[in-house]
């Protein structure tokens, strides 16, 4: 049991660490982080057609925090269906209590969108909800299915599964320019560390539960 609370752990401290220092880097434009995202973002622009951009436009809006209401009730409520409620409350504080968090991290660093000024509560890039939602989202989902699958392919594919979802959020808000790159990474490295103190914290529970019964 505790090899599985150590890599939580160290998980956790490593997203927090890596956290902070980009978001210092970001409070610096002019840095190698600022140099890199705008590197990234103008070669992203320059090879995006129509089709890629359509595309992009419909993954971004379909995890916008509306869709991803919904996808979070949908999971709920087959979770509630099932009667797996410690699972449906997983769900629910991970994805939502993550969102907050993000959402207050957002309201803090105040981090301008690519190419305009932080003018409004709605404007601010650093780090990004629709990635760190998706993280949250896709991140819980992966993790409940392992817990039920023994195969290490079908393991594998879920992981694949997960991680393929958000790296699509995370180029569609590149690609349509609403975020710089270090935003969608600093979304990751939220919705990681929160995913494992969360998930971590369950499983604190389930065998607490279990010593007792």
Known sequence: MRQPHIA?????????????????????????????????????????GPTLLRAMQFVSALHAPRGIVVMTALVALVLAWRRDWIDMATVLVIVFGGATLNHLLKHALRRARPGEPATGPTDFAFPSGHVANATLLYGVVAALLLCRVGAWPVKTAVALGAALSVASVALSRLVLGAHHPSDVLAAVLVGVAWLALCLTLRERLLAGRDGAG
């Not at 610096?28 to 992203?44: K, P, Q, S, W």
């Open 8 to 48: 939580a752990g160290l998980t956790i401290v490593c997203s927090v660490l890596l956290f902070v220092a980009l978001a210092c880097a970001v409070l610096h434009e002019a840095g190698v982080v600022g140099a890199f995202d705008r590197a990234i973002l103008a070669g992203l622009q320059a090879r995006t």
